[in-house]
Nanobody
Framework: QVQLVESGGGLVQAGGSLRLSCSAS????????MGWFRQAPGKEREFVAAVSGNGGNTRYADSVKGRFTISRDNAKNTIYLQMNSLKPEDAAVYYC????????????????????WGLGTQVTVSS
């Protein structure tokens, strides 16, 4: 079992920045591919970014490319999502998720692949 706890959400003005963190426990962290998803009111939960267990492979949704950066610190069992140039449409509950790697550098963009989820952290962007 893996426990995930997100932090770092809050209220920010459009154009501003936030950094989300997700701490994990319960399994060898470096064998977990990690991802961020988000869900706005009335919308499906959507993929944002993901990183492989060794940090060597990252994937991003087109809507956040060039603005968001996902990273991980395996010594701290933590991943991060640096969000810059935030837009009102980025407002959502952001969820951290994990899945066991199937191979080195493997990482999924599909929600169904992720076995473990945090409870989410709210990001609000004012225009």
């Amino acid at each position: 079992q893996v426990q995930l706890v997100e932090s770092g959400g809050g209220l920010v003005q459009a154009g501003g920045s936030l950094r989300l963190s997700c701490s994990a426990s319960g399994r060898t962290f470096s064998t977990l591919a990690m991802g961020w998803f988000r869900q706005a009111p009335g919308k499906e939960r959507e993929f944002v970014a993901a990183v492989s267990g060794n940090g060597g492979n990252t994937r991003y949704a087109d809507s956040v490319k060039g603005r968001f950066t996902i990273s991980r610190d395996n010594a701290k069992n933590t991943i991060y999502l640096q969000m810059n140039s935030l837009k009102p449409e980025d407002a959502a509950v952001y969820y951290c998720a994990a899945h066991q790697e199937t191979s080195v550098f493997s990482v999924s963009v599909f929600r169904s692949m992720y076995e473990y989820w945090g409870l989410g952290t709210q990001v609000t962007v004012s225009s």
